[in-house]
């Protein structure tokens, strides 16, 4: 059996998840099965694209249900640490080379907070950021070349 890591999960993300875990479930199923039996009640299903856009979106649906379950299953429920140094959850302003500052939000993507700048820890900016102090300069390659970054402020993100 394969070891399976660990999603981190603000409590705000794990609720956000149930809820929707819950809604698809539920009232999403319902939904789809009202429209595959409205489309069924039009005839013939060989021709019928009303039928298999409802059988395509119960398909999307579906795999959406599995894709939160697994999280779900494997996710690390917890706040984030205030030790100074950027870990999972911290909440970064950064500096570039022409002096914008900017806040980035370093989680996984399942804990995307609207409004918010993501950084995940497995992007090269996130990787670059953990573990860095106030004062650091951390710098990364991406698609677009090499860039720098002077962290200004850490704090743990509480929402």
Same mark, same amino acid.
């Given at each position: 059996?394969?070891? @399976?890591?660990?999603?981190?999960?603000?409590?705000?993300?794990?609720?956000?998840? !149930?809820?929707?875990?819950?809604?698809?479930? %539920? =009232?999403?199923?319902?939904?789809? =099965?009202? +429209?595959?039996?409205?489309? +069924?009640?039009?005839?013939?299903?060989? =021709?019928?694209?009303?039928?298999? @856009?409802?059988?395509?979106?119960?398909?999307?649906?579906?795999? +959406?249900? +599995?894709?939160?379950?697994?999280?779900?299953?494997?996710?690390?429920?917890?706040?984030?640490?205030?030790?100074?140094? /950027?870990?999972?959850?911290?909440?970064?302003?950064?500096?570039?080379?022409?002096?914008? =500052?900017?806040?980035?939000? !370093?989680?996984?993507?399942?804990?995307?907070?609207?409004?918010?700048?993501?950084?995940?820890?497995?992007?090269?900016?996130?990787?670059?950021?953990?573990?860095?102090?106030?004062?650091? %300069? !951390?710098?990364?390659?991406?698609?677009?070349?090499?860039?720098?970054?002077? /962290?200004?402020?850490?704090?743990?993100?509480?929402?």
């Amino acid at each position: 059996m394969t070891d @399976t890591a660990k999603t981190w999960l603000t409590p705000a993300a794990h609720q956000k998840l !149930v809820d929707e875990l819950q809604h698809l479930t %539920t =009232e999403g199923r319902a939904v789809i =099965e009202q +429209r595959i039996a409205e489309a +069924r009640s039009h005839g013939d299903l060989r =021709e019928n694209a009303e039928y298999d @856009t409802a059988k395509n979106d119960q398909g999307l649906m579906e795999a +959406r249900i +599995r894709q939160i379950k697994a999280t779900l299953d494997n996710a690390e429920i917890a706040e984030a640490s205030n030790d100074g140094r /950027v870990d999972v959850g911290s909440l970064v302003t950064v500096i570039d080379d022409d002096g914008d =500052e900017m806040e980035f939000f !370093v989680a996984p993507p399942e804990n995307k907070v609207d409004g918010m700048l993501l950084a995940s820890p497995s992007s090269p900016l996130g990787g670059a950021l953990m573990g860095a102090k106030p004062g650091t %300069t !951390v710098s990364f390659e991406a698609p677009g070349g090499t860039f720098k970054y002077e /962290v200004k402020a850490v704090r743990p993100y509480e929402g």
